[in-house]
């Protein structure tokens, strides 16, 4: 086989099989997509989304607090912005009238994760500091979990 011949089907051979590929990933997103799709009216979605990304602030500035070794202000952060009490805490009436039941309990489920750590940090003040990381780690693990058990149930788009 002349040089030329044998370069072209080692280039179909190998690049070849990659458009196909990619092809048949993105035909078969929709069918792995597991997700819930939950319709809400458009300005509903979007105050959850901007609530969301306020989570993910709140998260940051509580690591924040812990990388310091401030517990009582990752106490603080937990429960003004993760908590019930919360800005969302307080709307939250006005949007679990649009949401599946399962969610509302997955909702609550961070709002009690939160007072949890709450409480944890309180604690932790009072301990030697490899037991209080141990217990202010695992009750930031259950605030995540909360996060990851909703966000791997449903989506709003
Ligand atoms: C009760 C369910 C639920 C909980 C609990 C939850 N989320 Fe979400 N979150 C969602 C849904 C649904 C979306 C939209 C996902 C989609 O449409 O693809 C979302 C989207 C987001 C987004 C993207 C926002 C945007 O503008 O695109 C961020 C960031 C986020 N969540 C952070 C968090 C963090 C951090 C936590 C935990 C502290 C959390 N969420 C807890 C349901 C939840």
Redesign the pocket.
Known sequence: MPLRFFFFFLFVAVLGPFPLAAEQAERAAPETEG?EL?KLPPPIRDY???A??D??V??NELLDALSLGDFEQAGIVAESR?GLRSPEGEDAADIRKH?PRA??E??M??YEASGRFVEIAQDARNLDSATALDMVFAGLRD??D??V???S?????
Do not use: N, P, S
Request: glycine letters at 4%.
């Open positions: 997700r939950v959850m989304l901007e969301m990304r989570h993910l709140a998260l993760l949401l969610m509302i997955m909702d489920a961070l605030i995540t909360a996060c058990a909703c966000h149930g449903y989506r709003l788009r």
